[in-house]
């Protein structure tokens, strides 16, 4: 009697507690709002952002953390991208949190940055689901286990994450130019921290770094998608409410850069078959208000085409490619700018041009066009992005970096308001020798020191700042089957070509189109797959009398992300822009399909751009192993359009390549008989039919369509080995073809066996041996992509790993997928597997640049959304028996195409 009196006191108390904190989140004062986002701020301290967006079918939760690289002490560098790791080990709540995620069909991520450290998951938006992810975030924040255990093994992943850059030429040279250009300050360490303070941290330290930083007062939460703010905030009070506020008080960073007294100079020295150049320049901090003219500087100096450095570098042929960027940090920061340039060229001149161009700017000031084009690109890209919550939510945790989310919107202002003068005068003061950091040291008898401007505080730069009004916030669009096939119209035009349009009201009125045109058969593109590829990759630097630079002015102007993409059989545009400008990108989009100028110069940029890219993938493991891959999955004669060449053979392909193949192939093949295309979003259907109609019918393929099948043929299996000396990093590839397709009786099991062999997130059978039990590899998993057309699979497996880990790493890729054949699956792993599967397939539904690709491949496929119903529900019902039976049909362990890439003397020394 006594037991249920106290229970029945103590659920009177949790109700009391719960009625209490409900209270208390609806009491929450709003204390800034800005165009659709609203702050709040719990009584532990805790930041909280909230962004309602009704239009998806999906909810984004946020974490940042105030904490990154540059509050590290002396042997502890890495140590928050380590913690970063751990804190997906679980807590006492939530002890395997990858399985949770993939359960939740969750789109998860965790990201560890000079300044701060974020945790995020996009996921469908049911209460089991919000309920669920706030659990998780709150217990992890001060819960996470931080284990010795979890330290060992996760320890070695993180190594070999790092060997992983210590592959990359680019990412070397970075950090060399960092670790010079900074004298006192953390941010001239790596994120990714030593080699010797990753293997050595005691465990102690790192749980004294998680206690210190990872609290409520020291963190921001985002919640971004469809929910209503008030039953939001309720949820936020009932978990991350009930931590308290943490008595200890965050150490204040003080360490400042001093102006330098001379130019620097870093030079690596590693096998590679490119030369890179670069100068980094100290520039004041991303919330200073210099960094909206720095950043259109750094745009004027290193965009492609228009940018400086392309016309003066890459068209003068002293380089193959060049770009400028900055980085964003809440501390004064560095402006960058690199050149690429062929191996036996003269890297000499090469850094003579890049830095009369950079720090000439006074000599030959910044123009007006400059600015006005880079402008309109910029504020392009940033209108684009409020359209989707999504982007901002993540966003956002850079400009809290900052200092203060609403940096954002103000960033955005100020980048409006630059003007000619603005961008000259930080050129003046900022790209200037004695301080820049590049690969010499020369004395100087005169001083120019460059003093950085210091941000004094950001509360004043926000300090009753309002924005604009919110964006047009579209229709709650529910992405269910029935839905989207009653609402999408199927419209045929007259030369055959096939539109697929759901038109429907959208966040910022966005629309997303994508449009393939098909052509040829196997007779006709023998022998054309470098001519064919080529054609596409022209098309957008030139057409209809606009130059490359001119094109991407206009579709700036009309506020249109534009990326084409070819292969030997299709040309692909995909495009996200507004209602309003839609009519006019189909019209410049028609005129780049149709006449594409084939400019000389643009011609042979883009061959040494693709010479130096191919001769770095020569010796890149990552490169040759998935290229092998490639040749595997698809065995046929040079030639043959899906024949995948090797490098040396795209490279002498490439050096026979004229331009006037190329004119010929867009004459003979291009063509709208066999145009396909989705459209979703704010549009009107009759205005775009109309539009279609007028601008691509009449326009019909000279040389006969067919499809080229691609069948199933068994091959023989290899062990293929690629040496690539001096590399600290190696690649593993296993590769098989099976003989089913999408509509094949086995596909969905055999798509369920792969997600549970080698999918989902971090806790795949595969991923849990050789990265959480082993300790082997960054990144492993296992990935199969089924055709729609034909019988015919191509499946995967691979594992990033240190050259002397290949060994071990084949081993557990050949044990789990033996026990996989023998033992199968347990009951729980298939229902988690299919309820990850599942929501992961209506969260992509959500997406319409995702949404829009489906419609399109349905055209080709001639299908509608009840086919993908149908395959969901055939894998709803999957058993464990009918996934294994399929598994041990089509899989076995010796079938296997193994690939390995890497340092081959140090595999060979284990």
Same mark, same amino acid.
């Given at each position: 009697m006594l037991n249920k009196t106290i229970r029945i006191s103590l659920l009177i108390s949790a109700a009391l507690f719960s009625?209490?904190?409900?209270?208390?989140?609806?009491?929450?004062?709003?204390?800034?709002?800005?165009?659709?986002?609203?702050?709040?701020?719990?009584?532990?301290?805790?930041?909280?952002?909230?962004?309602?967006?009704?239009?998806?079918?999906?909810?984004?939760?946020?974490?940042?953390?105030?904490?990154?690289?540059?509050?590290?002490?002396?042997?502890?560098?890495?140590?928050?991208?380590?913690?970063?790791?751990?804190?997906?080990?679980?807590?006492?709540?939530?002890?395997?949190?990858?399985?949770?995620? *993939?359960?939740? $069909? !969750?789109? &998860?991520?965790?990201?560890?940055?000079?300044?701060?450290?974020?945790?995020? #998951?996009?996921?469908? %938006?049911?209460?089991?689901?919000?309920?669920?992810?706030?659990?998780?975030?709150?217990?992890?924040?001060?819960?996470?286990?931080?284990?010795?255990?979890?330290?060992?093994?996760?320890?070695?992943?993180?190594?070999?994450?790092?060997?992983?850059?210590?592959?990359?030429?680019?990412?070397?040279?970075?950090?060399?130019?960092?670790?010079?250009?900074?004298?006192?300050?953390?941010?001239?360490?790596?994120?990714?921290?030593?080699?010797?303070?990753?293997?050595?941290?005691?465990?102690?330290?790192?749980?004294?770094?998680?206690?210190?930083?990872?609290?409520?007062?020291?963190?921001?939460?985002?919640?971004?998608?469809?929910?209503?703010?008030?039953?939001?905030?309720?949820?936020?009070? *009932?978990?991350? $409410? !009930?931590? &308290?506020?943490?008595?200890?008080?965050?150490?204040?960073?003080?360490?400042? #850069?001093?102006?330098? %007294?001379g130019e620097r100079s870093v030079t690596v020295r590693r096998v590679g078959d490119a030369q890179i150049v670069g100068a980094a320049y100290h520039v004041p901090a991303g919330s200073h208000p210099d960094f909206a003219a720095v950043t259109v500087l750094s745009q004027v100096l290193g965009d492609t085409p228009s940018g400086r450095?392309?016309?003066?570098?890459?068209?003068?042929?002293?380089?193959?490619?060049?770009?400028?960027?900055?980085?964003?940090?809440?501390?004064?920061?560095?402006?960058?700018?690199?050149?690429?340039?062929?191996?036996?060229?003269?890297?000499?001149?090469?850094?003579?041009?890049?830095?009369?161009?950079?720090?000439?700017?006074?000599?030959?000031?910044?123009?007006?066009?400059?600015v006005d084009r880079v402008k309109r690109s910029l504020l392009k890209d940033i209108d684009l992005s409020f359209n989707s919550s999504e982007r901002i939510a993540l966003e956002l945790s850079e400009w809290l970096a900052m200092g203060d989310w609403r940096l954002f919107f103000l960033h955005r202002d100020r980048i409006e308001k630059v003007s000619v003068a603005d961008v000259q005068r930080v050129a003046e003061a900022y790209l200037v020798r004695n301080n820049r950091t590049l690969g010499q040291f020369i004395p100087s008898d005169t001083p120019a020191r460059v003093d950085i401007p210091q941000v004094l505080g950001v509360e004043n730069m926000v300090k009753?700042?309002?924005?604009?009004?919110?964006?047009?916030?579209?229709?709650?669009?529910?992405?269910?089957?029935?839905?989207?096939?009653?609402?999408?119209?199927?419209?045929?035009?007259?030369?055959?070509?096939?539109?697929?349009?759901?038109?429907?009201?959208?966040?910022?009125?966005?629309?997303?189109?994508?449009?393939?045109?098909?052509?040829?058969?196997?007779?006709?593109?023998?022998?054309?797959?470098?001519?064919?590829?080529?054609?596409?990759?022209?098309?957008?630097?030139?057409?209809?009398?606009?130059?490359?630079?001119?094109l991407q002015d206009q579709f700036d102007k009309l506020k249109a992300q534009v990326r084409v993409s070819s292969t030997p059989t299709n040309v692909t545009a995909r495009i996200n822009t507004t209602k309003e400008n839609l009519p006019a990108v189909l019209e410049l989009m028609s005129k780049v399909f149709k006449q594409p100028s084939f400019d000389a110069k643009e011609f042979e940029q883009f061959k040494s751009t693709q010479k130096v890219d191919m001769e770095q993938s020569m010796q890149d493991p990552q490169s040759l192993a998935f290229t092998a891959y490639s040749r595997a999955q698809y065995p046929y004669e040079r030639g043959h359009p899906f024949y995948t060449p090797t490098f040396a053979e795209y490279l002498e392909d490439l050096a026979n390549l004229k331009l006037a193949e190329l004119s010929d192939f867009h004459t003979r093949f291009y063509g709208t008989s066999h145009l396909n295309v989705a459209i979703v979003g704010d549009f009107s259907q009759e205005e775009v039919t109309a539009t279609f109609q007028r601008l691509f019918t009449g326009w019909d393929n000279q040389t006969p369509y067919a499809d080229i099948a691609d069948p199933y043929k068994k091959v023989k299996p290899q062990t293929l080995t690629f040496d690539t000396p001096d590399k600290e990093n190696a690649t593993f590839v296993a590769a098989l073809m099976l003989p089913i397709g999408q509509n094949h009786a086995d596909a969905a099991a055999v798509e369920l066996g792969n997600y549970i062999f080698g999918g989902g997130f971090l806790n795949s059978r595969l991923a849990t041996r050789l990265r959480q039990q082993d300790g082997l590899s960054y990144g492993a998993g296992s990935f199969i992509s089924q055709s729609g057309e034909d019988e015919k699979s191509t499946f995967g497996a691979y594992a990033i790993c240190a050259p002397q880990n290949l060994a071990a790493v084949e081993v557990g890729f050949r044990e789990e997928l033996a026990r996989v054949l023998k033992d199968g699956f347990t009951d729980e792993e298939i229902a988690a597997a299919k309820s990850g599967m599942l929501q992961e397939k209506k969260v992509s539904r959500a997406q319409d640049p995702e949404l829009v690709s489906t419609l399109k491949s349905n055209i080709r496929l001639e299908r509608d959304m009840q086919w993908y119903e149908a395959y969901e529900n055939r894998l709803a019902a999957l058993s464990a028996e009918d996934v294994h039976k399929a598994m041990k049909k089509y899989f076995t362990v010796d079938a296997f195409t193994l690939i390995s890439a890497g340092d081959m003397t140090k595999a060979k020394a284990q």
């Amino acid at each position: 009697m006594l037991n249920k009196t106290i229970r029945i006191s103590l659920l009177i108390s949790a109700a009391l507690f719960s009625s209490q904190n409900a209270l208390a989140a609806t009491d929450l004062p709003v204390l800034n709002s800005v165009e659709g986002i609203s702050e709040y701020r719990l009584d532990n301290g805790l930041q909280v952002l909230l962004f309602p967006d009704q239009t998806k079918e999906t909810v984004t939760v946020n974490v940042t953390y105030h904490v990154g690289s540059k509050h590290e002490n002396y042997g502890e560098t890495g140590m928050a991208h380590l913690l970063e790791h751990l804190v997906f080990k679980g807590t006492p709540k939530h002890k395997d949190i990858p399985a949770e995620l *993939s359960a939740a $069909g !969750a789109r &998860p991520n965790g990201t560890t940055w000079t300044d701060r450290t974020n945790y995020f #998951e996009t996921f469908a %938006a049911t209460d089991k689901n919000i309920n669920w992810a706030l659990s998780m975030e709150s217990s992890r924040m001060v819960d996470s286990f931080i284990a010795k255990k979890d330290l060992d093994s996760e320890m070695t992943v993180v190594r070999n994450e790092f060997e992983m850059g210590e592959n990359s030429p680019f990412r070397v040279t970075l950090q060399q130019m960092a670790s010079v250009a900074y004298d006192w300050h953390n941010y001239g360490k790596s994120t990714i921290g030593s080699r010797s303070d990753l293997e050595n941290v005691p465990i102690d330290r790192l749980q004294a770094f998680y206690k210190q930083y990872y609290q409520p007062d020291n963190a921001t939460l985002i919640v971004a998608g469809k929910f209503e703010p008030q039953d939001m905030l309720e949820r936020i009070q *009932s978990t991350f $409410g !009930a931590i &308290p506020k943490p008595q200890r008080i965050l150490p204040t960073l003080y360490t400042s #850069e001093p102006a330098k %007294a001379g130019e620097r100079s870093v030079t690596v020295r590693r096998v590679g078959d490119a030369q890179i150049v670069g100068a980094a320049y100290h520039v004041p901090a991303g919330s200073h208000p210099d960094f909206a003219a720095v950043t259109v500087l750094s745009q004027v100096l290193g965009d492609t085409p228009s940018g400086r450095l392309h016309k003066s570098l890459v068209e003068g042929k002293l380089a193959s490619r060049t770009y400028g960027f900055n980085f964003q940090w809440q501390e004064p920061t560095l402006s960058m700018y690199f050149a690429e340039v062929d191996k036996n060229s003269d890297l000499i001149a090469t850094k003579d041009a890049l830095l009369s161009v950079v720090e000439s700017l006074k000599t030959h000031p910044i123009t007006q066009d400059e600015v006005d084009r880079v402008k309109r690109s910029l504020l392009k890209d940033i209108d684009l992005s409020f359209n989707s919550s999504e982007r901002i939510a993540l966003e956002l945790s850079e400009w809290l970096a900052m200092g203060d989310w609403r940096l954002f919107f103000l960033h955005r202002d100020r980048i409006e308001k630059v003007s000619v003068a603005d961008v000259q005068r930080v050129a003046e003061a900022y790209l200037v020798r004695n301080n820049r950091t590049l690969g010499q040291f020369i004395p100087s008898d005169t001083p120019a020191r460059v003093d950085i401007p210091q941000v004094l505080g950001v509360e004043n730069m926000v300090k009753n700042y309002q924005g604009r009004a919110a964006i047009a916030q579209g229709e709650l669009f529910e992405p269910s089957f029935d839905n989207i096939d009653k609402r999408t119209q199927k419209v045929v035009l007259e030369n055959g070509a096939i539109l697929s349009l759901l038109p429907k009201l959208t966040r910022g009125e966005s629309v997303s189109v994508n449009m393939s045109m098909y052509m040829g058969d196997l007779a006709s593109l023998q022998g054309k797959q470098i001519i064919a590829e080529a054609t596409g990759d022209m098309l957008m630097r030139g057409a209809a009398g606009f130059t490359r630079q001119q094109l991407q002015d206009q579709f700036d102007k009309l506020k249109a992300q534009v990326r084409v993409s070819s292969t030997p059989t299709n040309v692909t545009a995909r495009i996200n822009t507004t209602k309003e400008n839609l009519p006019a990108v189909l019209e410049l989009m028609s005129k780049v399909f149709k006449q594409p100028s084939f400019d000389a110069k643009e011609f042979e940029q883009f061959k040494s751009t693709q010479k130096v890219d191919m001769e770095q993938s020569m010796q890149d493991p990552q490169s040759l192993a998935f290229t092998a891959y490639s040749r595997a999955q698809y065995p046929y004669e040079r030639g043959h359009p899906f024949y995948t060449p090797t490098f040396a053979e795209y490279l002498e392909d490439l050096a026979n390549l004229k331009l006037a193949e190329l004119s010929d192939f867009h004459t003979r093949f291009y063509g709208t008989s066999h145009l396909n295309v989705a459209i979703v979003g704010d549009f009107s259907q009759e205005e775009v039919t109309a539009t279609f109609q007028r601008l691509f019918t009449g326009w019909d393929n000279q040389t006969p369509y067919a499809d080229i099948a691609d069948p199933y043929k068994k091959v023989k299996p290899q062990t293929l080995t690629f040496d690539t000396p001096d590399k600290e990093n190696a690649t593993f590839v296993a590769a098989l073809m099976l003989p089913i397709g999408q509509n094949h009786a086995d596909a969905a099991a055999v798509e369920l066996g792969n997600y549970i062999f080698g999918g989902g997130f971090l806790n795949s059978r595969l991923a849990t041996r050789l990265r959480q039990q082993d300790g082997l590899s960054y990144g492993a998993g296992s990935f199969i992509s089924q055709s729609g057309e034909d019988e015919k699979s191509t499946f995967g497996a691979y594992a990033i790993c240190a050259p002397q880990n290949l060994a071990a790493v084949e081993v557990g890729f050949r044990e789990e997928l033996a026990r996989v054949l023998k033992d199968g699956f347990t009951d729980e792993e298939i229902a988690a597997a299919k309820s990850g599967m599942l929501q992961e397939k209506k969260v992509s539904r959500a997406q319409d640049p995702e949404l829009v690709s489906t419609l399109k491949s349905n055209i080709r496929l001639e299908r509608d959304m009840q086919w993908y119903e149908a395959y969901e529900n055939r894998l709803a019902a999957l058993s464990a028996e009918d996934v294994h039976k399929a598994m041990k049909k089509y899989f076995t362990v010796d079938a296997f195409t193994l690939i390995s890439a890497g340092d081959m003397t140090k595999a060979k020394a284990q």
